[in-house]
C-alpha cells in the first residue's frame, strides 16, 4: 500500500492511501516510534536487544522539519532536533494511524 498523499497538520501527520483510507498520526506518537537503531535499540545475534542510553527529546523532537519518500516504501522523517535516521516503513505508518484511531 502507497500513501498517495502525505500531509503535516500542527502536530499530526495525516496520510491517505491508494484505497482511500487515512490514517492521522500524532506527531509525538510517530517520534516515540521512530524505528531507527539510536531510538529502538539494537538487537545482537541472539535477537536480544541492546538498548542504548534513551534519546533525549525535547519540544522539537516532535516537530517535523521535512519529509521524503524514500524508495517507494517509506516516509523519511528530518525532525526540527536534526535527528533524521529514521525510515518510516509504510506498514508502520499504517500501524500507528490505526492505534491512533
Ligand atoms: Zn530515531
Do not use: N
Not at 524514500?70 to 525532525?79: D, E, N, T
Amino acid at each position: 500500500m502507497q500513501p498517495s498523499r502525505v500531509d503535516l497538520f500542527p502536530g499530526e501527520l495525516a496520510v491517505v492511501w491508494e484505497d482511500g483510507g487515512e490514517s492521522f498520526i500524532p506527531l509525538e506518537r510517530l517520534r516515540r516510534a521512530c524505528p531507527c537503531a539510536a531510538c529502538q535499540g539494537e538487537t545482537d545475534v541472539m535477537g536480544r536487544r541492546l538498548r542504548g542510553p534513551p534519546p533525549s527529546l525535547s519540544p522539537a523532537s516532535f516537530e517535523v522539519a521535512q519529509i521524503e519518500k524514500v524508495g517507494g516504501y517509506a516516509l523519511q522523517i528530518r525532525w526540527a532536533d536534526g535527528h533524521a535516521t529514521g525510515f518510516y516503513g509504510y506498514d508502520l505508518l499504517r500501524r500507528l494511524g490505526d492505534a491512533a484511531a
